[in-house]
Every structure is written in structure tokens, then in C-alpha cells.
């Protein structure tokens, strides 16, 4: 604060000033777009009646009954356990296989290594839509691509979407043939980013391949662990496509995620603030995650000499 | 060196040119982001420069446009939401309709706005409404009478029933009684319908030959259904099934065929009473045992939740004989299966029982009056004999009215196809479809219950008694 006084008339204008006009029309768009909505959610799902809410200053009643609703209603309390399941049934397999395949095609692979990156990031580039609509058809029963493996294999059919049991696995799967390419690329960038010199050395010192990845490569490479995985986390959570391509919720709600619910809650039952309320939920969750992320796991690491290597 | 110095001044007098372009989009973008709050749908432009002031003023507009409206002696403009609830290039056939009632009428211009899937058309329709910015006639769900009616945004026809269009030979008697079940509502009309239909079972000729059924007699009963599905069946060596006897699917949110099963077991889950359900009947649960007996005793239906829009490529590739689904997907049907299909009435179990589908046209509450009477000219037109009888032919849907029957367009068509005439005839048996108080909501429950049993999660008892739990509690504010 006392530079503020210390500077010169002109320096101002530069030192303070300027930089918040550059930053005026993206901070403007962060307020009207995100934030102010943030704020009428809150408002909205906390007023005890569902009237207009549209003026800021309207009169109002604080309550939590919106949050009691949703809190007595299994349709809804089985929405978040569903989300949380799907969101460390996809996080935990994609990392794990985007890393060993990062691995492989930045070290191993010896042939068409671009036609291997290709192919993998590839999924990533289609629309979530298109993808939701080629898994429809490989899971479809009879002669979807999966009853004729299965038919080959000599196996019955399992029907994925048609049973609860499965049918959230079912799109478990499809995300993370969808996701993979797209975190394997921030691997490979992790990757090259470590020193030469590094790995010269570990080899000189008589480090095999296991043991440069466990020492050396893994260690380094923290930093975009913990972004990936906040990534892959968030990801998880918000996801909602292909529940309307492929299960609307369905069957018996087995995946019937948290985003699909609050928009039949908003446009359908026709209850903005019961759906508010459950945003406001969801809301928490993802600020927990990016909290987790940003002071937590990303300062414990920070502290580590290795990983400044890397930033 | 010189060559990159080159280079820069190359770069230098491309960018100043774009530089200025990149600026003016910038702004250009913020204008009309900006606008957005007033400005988010066409009708709203075509209301401001009504006003004939405010339409030069108005920034999104351009010259062009504002004099192309005051050249033309400004026609009444109307917005017109339509979904599409059925495969098929419906939206396309629409916009050809509309297209001809605006070369028709030069003093009214309807704006025919494609809205999507059934439940998108609803979404949208309760937003414009929340936004204060409502179309002006929209096709919706005969389903969504009661949730436009709590939420004050139709009004009824019986006023303007005086003011007719002799030569659009509009006559609300002349609608089949099936289809104003739905749309009615306190002795007043609130919906006109348009795009109606009823569930027809469709079956596979040439399942029944190979099996020696006689093609010509399709299964009138609930027993008759099961034993010829069994018949009809085909499995490999190994037992595998190739051929399953019956696909009734009912998923997502849909009850309908389950309504239907309620109605032939003899008493509908909805009584025609906004503010009841009756799902824990000893009949619903039948219908539902029935049901999940199908695939668990008899074994002829594949296991769980079937999928609405597979189900019918099912009956196509030949996986399953028999089909319930709606008479909207006939004309696919017919395209793509290799076999000679059948049509016939939902088997009976004490009587034969449908609910009826699909949407009506309602004029929106609090428009000006001239909108209003154009909007009731073309809600006119579009039932006219002659169009509601091609709209029936191009689509599926079945004729809503005995004078499109008669014309001479249908009777040649259902010369050529017999199949299209079964839900016409279906109809005297047909029923109210569930329309209640915050009706998503309930449905929803309905369809829980089903997909829980099926998936054998739950008994029946267990599912269809919580369900009724469930329902009274959120009915319980409409029940007087």
C-alpha cells in the first residue's frame, strides 16, 4: 500500500491503473457471466418462495426448506452418491492409463508414432454428442458392436444400458476411452519437460527404466499430476450429454447424474429453486475440488525441490 | 535481415487493416451480448418495430429490414413453437406448411420456430414464459394442459368458436371425442388437437409363417399374445435367442404403453382427475406383473429396461415378432423392415384399452387481440380437413378429425396401406392420457416404480405402494 504514495502522478496510471483496464473486459464478462448467477442461485435457493426472483433487491425469507426437500428426497440424495461414483469410477482409470500410455508413446513406441498420438487424442475432438451416439449403438443389444463381441466370445449378450447394475458402467467405460487422449497429452508434455540431464545422470548412476520412472519420472512429473487430476475430477462431475443421448437417468436412475437432475428440477418439475438448491450442492462439491487443488495438494508439493524443475 | 524486415512490414499492413476489423467485432460482440437481455428472440424485434419509433431506433435491426415492414403495411407477425416427437423429416414438412399459409394469408406471417424433442418444446415454452417473452400458438403435449393451465398461459377457444372461417370448415364437434379428452378442462376447450395418436402392436408376417400362424390373425388377448410370442420365437443351438416373441419398451420417463396395460387390466392409473393417481390398484399391479412376467416366467421379452427408440429397430432387424410402440413410426417401419408387417389393436386383457398421445395447438394467454384472431385463423387452417388428412399421411399421426377421414387424400392412402388405419379404429377404445398437477414430476414416479420392478430391484407391492406415497404427497395441495 505505501508504493501507492511513493510513486509519481504518472506511475499511476501504469502501475495500478492499467492493468485492470486489460483485464476490464474479461473480468467483466467473469462478473456478469459467472459470478452474478453464482450469487442468484444462492439467493434463489435460500428464498422461501419461487416467485420472480429476477430483481436483486426483491423482498424475501431465508430458509433451508429447499434444501430439506432435496435432502428427504432418495431421488435426489441417490443423484449425488451416483454423480460422486461416476466421478472416481472415470478420474481413477483414465489418469492411470493416460500415464502409462503418455510413457509408452513418448519412450517406447518405435513405429507411426504421430498415427498413435492421433488415434488417441482423436476422441477428444468429437463432439460429445456424436460419441454418446456411436456408444448408444455399440451397446445396443442384438447388433450393437458389443453384442457380437460377446456373440464371438461365446457369451450372452450383457445388455449394459438395459440394467442398473451396469448401466452406469456402461458410460464409465465411454468416458474414459473419451478422456485418455486428452490427459495423455498433458503426460507427454509433463514428460518432455523434465531435464535431459536428469535422466542422463540417473542412467550414469546405473538407474534402470523402472526405477528412472519411479525416481525420477513420477516425482517430477507431481505437478501435473495434481492438475490432471483436478481436471479429470471436475470432468467427472460434469458430466451430462450423454445421459440425455443415451439413459435419461435411466434405468431405475442408476445414472441419473447430479446435472441431468437439476435440469429436470429446473425446466421440467418446473422448480428453480429446489434445482438452485441443488446447484448450490453441486457448486460446493467443485470448489471443494479446486480448494483441495490450489491449497492443498499444489502447496505440498511446492515445497519440494524437484518440482520447480517442471514450472 | 532484409528479408525479415520484409516480412515485418508485410505483417504491419496486414495487421492495420485487421486490427481495425478485430476492434469493430470486438465492440460489435459486446453490442450484441449486451442486447441480449431485451433482445433474445426474433418475436421480440418484430414487436419493438411494430412500434414504429422504436423500430428505427432499435440496434439489432437493420435499415433494411425496418423498411421492408413499413413498405409492406406491417401484417400481424406470429410466433409459433413447434417440437417434433417422432423420427422423420417432420420440422422440413412443417416449415412447407407454414410456408403455404403465409403465401395464403398475406396480412398475417407466421414465424415457425423448430423447438426440438417434445420435452425441449416444454422447456422452452415455461422459459419464454418466465422471461416474458411468450410465442404466440405453440404446439405442446396434450399431456401439458394441466401445466399450462397452473402456470395461466393459454386461454380457450370457446370465445372464439363464434368467430369461424367458413372456408376453413372448422367444427369442434367434428374432432374424434378420443382426442378432446385431453383438451378439456371445466367445461372449456383449451387445446385443439393436432398431432394425436394411440399405441398400436406391430408384428412380423413372416415370424407367423415360419411358425404356421395364420398372418391374418394377429393375438386378441393378453394369453393368445404370450403363447404365439413363444411360438414365434427363435433360438440357435447353443439356446441363444435370435428372435425374442415381444419388446414392450418402456423407458426413460414414458408411461404410456404402461397405461395402456393399466387400461386393458381394467382401470387406468389416471381417472381423468388432475389431482389423483391410482397406481396401487390391485389392476396397475396386474398390468405390471403381467409385464414383468413376460421376460421372468414366460420368457419372450428380453430382460430390463427397454429403450423406446431401439425397441423399433429391433422389430425391424427382425430381433423381436412383436412390437408395442407408436403408429408415428409406421412409415419408418414399413421402409426399413425386410418383412411384411403387421399392424393390430394392444391385445386385451378384460377390454381392449389405449391411451391417446401426442400434442395439441394452444394460442398463449395475453396477447393483443389482433394476434389473437390471426392466431385462431391459423390454428383454423391447420386442422382444415385436407391438410390434417396430408399432416397424417407425411407423418403417421392418426386423422383427428372424421372430415380428414373422409376426404378422398386419406381414403386413397389407406387403400394403398391398411396398416394406418388400425389406430383410427383403436380409438373408441381409447383414453385419457395421464395429465396431472406438476404431471413431470409424478410421471417420473410412475416410471421409477415401473423401471424398478423390471430391473428387479423392487417387488411390486414395495415399488408401485411407495410410488402412491410418493405421488399423494405431491399431489396433496391440488386435492380440494
Known amino acids: 500500500m505505501m508504493t501507492l504514495f511513493r ?170 476411452w473419451r478422456q485418455v487422449g486428452y490427459f495423455t497429452l498433458f503426460f507427454i508434455a509433463g514428460l518432455s519437460a523434465i531435464p535431459q540431464e536428469v535422466e542422463e545422470a540417473a542412467a550414469l548412476d546405473g538407474a534402470g527404466r523402472l526405477k528412472t520412472l519411479w525416481y525420477i519420472q513420477l516425482p517430477l512429473m507431481w505437478p501435473t499430476w495434481i492438475f490432471v487430476m483436478t481436471v479429470a475430477l471436475l470432468h467427472g462431475l460434469q458430466t451430462v450429454d450423454p445421459i440425455f443421448i443415451m439413459t435419461q437417468g ?37 470448489s471443494f475440488i479446486a480448494i483441495f487443488q490450489v491449497y492443498g495438494l499444489d502447496r505440498l508439493w511446492r515445497s519440494d525441490e524437484g518440482s520447480h524443475a517442471n514450472r | 535481415m532484409k528479408t525479415i524486415i520484409k516480412g515485418g512490414e508485410k ?78 423429416p417432420l420440422s422440413e414438412i412443417m416449415q412447407k406448411m407454414v410456408q403455404q399459409f403465409n403465401d395464403e394469408h398475406p396480412n398475417i406471417q407466421v414465424k415457425a420456430v423448430f423447438t426440438g424433442s417434445y420435452n425441449d418444446n416444454t422447456a422452452k415454452i415455461i422459459t419464454s414464459l418466465k422471461g416474458g417473452n411468450p410465442p404466440d400458438v405453440v404446439i405442446s403435449l396434450s399431456q401439458d394442459l394441466t401445466m399450462l393451465l397452473d402456470l395461466d398461459a393459454i386461454q380457450p377457444f370457446d370465445e372464439l368458436f363464434a368467430s369461424k372461417d367458413p372456408a376453413l370448415q372448422f367444427d369442434e364437434s367434428d374432432f374424434f371425442p378420443a382426442f378432446m379428452l385431453n383438451s378439456s378442462r371445466d367445461g372449456k376447450i383449451w387445446g385443439i388437437p393436432f398431432q394425436r395418436s394411440t399405441p398400436v402392436m406391430y408384428y412380423n408376417k413372416e415370424a407367423f409363417k415360419e411358425a404356421n400362424l395364420d398372418p391374418q390373425k394377429p393375438p ?134 389405449v391411451p391417446t398421445g401426442g400434442g395439441n395447438l394452444y394460442i398463449m394467454k395475453g396477447i393483443p387481440e389482433e394476434r389473437r384472431q390471426a392466431a385462431w385463423t391459423f390454428v383454423q387452417w391447420m386442422v382444415a380437413p385436407d391438410r390434417a388428412a396430408q399432416w397424417s399421411i407425411d407423418t403417421g399421426y392418426v386423422p383427428v378429425r372424421k372430415a380428414a377421414e373422409q376426404t378422398k387424400l386419406w381414403q386413397d392412402y389407406i387403400a394403398g396401406r391398411p396398416q394406418a388405419q388400425i389406430a383410427l379404429e383403436q380409438l373408441p377404445y381409447a383414453q385419457a392420457e395421464l395429465d396431472t398437477h406438476k404431471r413431470s414430476e409424478v410421471q417420473k414416479m410412475v416410471a421409477d416404480a415401473i423401471q424398478a420392478v423390471l430391473s428387479g430391484s423392487q417387488s411390486i407391492d414395495d415399488a408401485f405402494n411407495n410410488a402412491q406415497k410418493q405421488i399423494d404427497q405431491v399431489l396433496k395441495p391440488y386435492q380440494k
Open chain 1, 7 to 176: 510513486l509519481r502522478p504518472g506511475e499511476h496510471y501504469k502501475k495500478f491503473f492499467l492493468p485492470y483496464l486489460l483485464i476490464a473486459p474479461g473480468l467483466f464478462f467473469i462478473l456478469a457471466f459467472t459470478v452474478y448467477p453464482l450469487f442468484q442461485i444462492i439467493r434463489m435457493s435460500l428464498n422461501a418462495s419461487t416467485e420472480d426472483m429476477s430483481y436483486p433487491f426483491h423482498p424475501w425469507t431465508t430458509t433451508f426448506e429447499h434444501y430439506q426437500a432435496i435432502f428427504n428426497d432418495p431421488v435426489y440424495v441417490d443423484s449425488i452418491f451416483t454423480t460422486i461414483k461416476f466421478m472416481i469410477y472415470t478420474t481413477l482409470p483414465t489418469v492411470l492409463i493416460s500415464f502409462v500410455l503418455a510413457i509408452w508413446l513418448s519412450r517406447g513406441v518405435r513405429y507411426l508414432k504421430t498415427f498413435h498420438q492421433m488415434s488417441y487424442v482423436y476422441p477428444m475432438i468429437l463432439p460429445a454428442v456424436s460419441v454418446a451416439s456411436i456408444w448408444l449403438f455399440i451397446y445396443t443389444p442384438h447388433y450393437g458392436l458389443f453384442a457380437h463381441i460377446t456373440d464371438i466370445l461365446g457369451m450372452n449378450d450383457p445388455t449394459m444400458l438395459r440394467r442398473p447394475e451396469t448401466a452406469l458402467k456402461a458410460l464409465v467405460i465411454m468416458e474414459i
Open chain 2, 220 to 353: 386378441e388377448t393378453w394369453d393368445e399374445l404370450v403363447k404365439m410370442a413363444s411360438q414365434t420365437m427363435v433360438k440357435d443351438k447353443a439356446g441363444k435367442v435370435q428372435r425374442w416373441g415381444v419388446e414392450i419398451p418402456i423407458s426413460g420417463t414414458s408411461t404410456w404403453l404402461f397405461e395402456a396395460l393399466a387400461i386393458e387390466a381394467g382401470k387406468d392409473i389416471y381417472n381423468g382427475n388432475p389431482a389423483a393417481i391410482e397406481l396401487d390398484t390391485p389392476e396397475s399391479k396386474h398390468a405390471m406383473q403381467w409385464l414383468i412376467d413376460l421376460s421372468k416366467k414366460y420368457k419372450v421379452m428380453p430382460e430390463g429396461v427397454i429403450d423406446w427408440s431401439a425397441a423399433s429397430t429391433d422389430f425391424t432387424s427382425g430381433a423381436t415378432t412383436f412390437l408395442y410402440h407408436s403408429p408415428g413410426s409406421l412409415s419408418a417401419i414399413m421402409k426399413q423392415a425386410p418383412f411384411e408387417v403387421g399392424v393390430a389393436f394392444l391385445p386385451k386383457d378384460k377390454q381392449y384399452g
Open chain 2, 11 to 88: 505483417l504491419k499492413t496486414i495487421w492495420t487493416p485487421f486490427r481495425t476489423v478485430f476492434v469493430l467485432s470486438l465492440f460489435l460482440m459486446v453490442f450484441v451480448l449486451s442486447g441480449c437481455g431485451q433482445n433474445t428472440s426474433p418475436k421480440e424485434n418484430v414487436t419493438s418495430s411494430k412500434q414504429n419509433d422504436t423500430a428505427s431506433n432499435s440496434s439489432t435491426s437493420t435499415s433494411q429490414q425496418t423498411s421492408e415492414m413499413k413498405t409492406t403495411a406491417s401484417p400481424v407477425q406470429l410466433t409459433f413453437y413447434y417440437p417434433v416427437g417422432v423420427t422423420g
Open chain 1, 250 to 286: 435411466g434405468p431405475s436412475n442408476a445414472t441419473n447424474l447430479m446435472l441431468y437432475q437439476m435440469y429436470q428440477t429446473a425446466f421440467f418439475y418446473n422448480d428453480p429453486a429446489k434445482s438452485s438448491a441443488f446447484a448450490t450442492i453441486f457448486l460446493l462439491m467443485t
